[in-house]
């Protein structure tokens, strides 16, 4: 099956910092990846998706790049808020059948 | 409003003590499946459920059991709870169709075995 690496947290910003959480995969083929955040107190919500080699998903001003060639789904973010603060958790397919796996979270708090 | 609800939210009870949380979604979604949480660990699967009456296990499956006999509930059932058994649980569905990668989760349910 397929399996994920995330950067460990906790990161620490401050209001205005640029973001790069890093995610690295091995995958059979080319499955979809994403990137799922987490609210304090709150359950996983989709942030942002690609679906294929090349592909940016983005989504609150947060962007990650699908590429292949370095196995890489990096999440960026130009200047991130308070607002900002959650667990962000990088995700792909385990297989068809519908399992996701998923890295194991960077904690990212943003201090104004 | 689609959503993928779970209750109780929050749980403390003794070991030995049967307990089952319930999830319930409004999305006709056929896949849910249940994850629990835990520092270090990330999210792990515990069961799934392809359909009505098609369930199976996850990576986790010791000490649970599910059920899906209708489509939108999928309940999590600890028949003995144990302290390890403490975390933070997720249900999710996954959508259909164009968004059959998608997955929902539910606000989820900590519980604690004492």
């Known amino acids: 099956g397929n399996s994920v690496t995330q950067m460990e947290g906790p990161v620490t910003l401050s209001e205005e910092a640029f973001l790069t959480i890093n995610c690295t995969y091995t995958?059979?083929?080319?499955?979809?990846l994403f990137w799922y955040v987490q609210y304090p107190g709150e359950g996983l919500q989709l942030l942002l998706k690609a679906t294929k080699a090349d592909d940016k998903g983005s989504n609150k001003g947060f962007e990650a790049t699908y590429r292949k060639e370095t196995t890489s789904f990096h999440l960026e973010k130009g200047s991130v808020q308070v607002s900002d603060s959650a667990v962000y958790f990088c995700?792909?397919?385990?297989?068809?059948?519908?399992?996701?796996?998923f890295g194991q979270g960077t904690e990212l708090s943003v201090k104004p | 409003e689609a959503q993928v609800t779970q209750n109780p939210r929050y749980l403390i009870t003794v070991t030995g003590k049967k307990l089952t949380v319930t999830c319930s979604q409004n999305m006709n979604h056929e896949y849910m499946s249940w994850y629990r949480q835990d520092p270090g660990l990330g999210l792990r699967q515990i069961y799934y459920?392809?359909?009505?009456?098609?369930?199976d296990k996850g990576d986790v499956p010791e000490g649970y059991k599910v059920s899906r006999k209708e489509k939108r509930n999928f309940p999590l059932i600890l028949e003995s709870p144990s302290p390890n058994q403490t975390s933070l649980y997720f249900c999710a569905t996954r959508g259909q169709g164009v968004r059959r990668d998608t997955q929902y989760f539910g606000p989820g349910t900590r519980l604690t075995v004492l």
């Open positions: 459920s392809m359909n009505v009456e098609v369930t």
């Open positions: 995700a792909l397919p385990y297989n068809q059948g519908g399992k996701l796996i």
């Open positions: 995958a059979t083929g080319y499955p979809s």
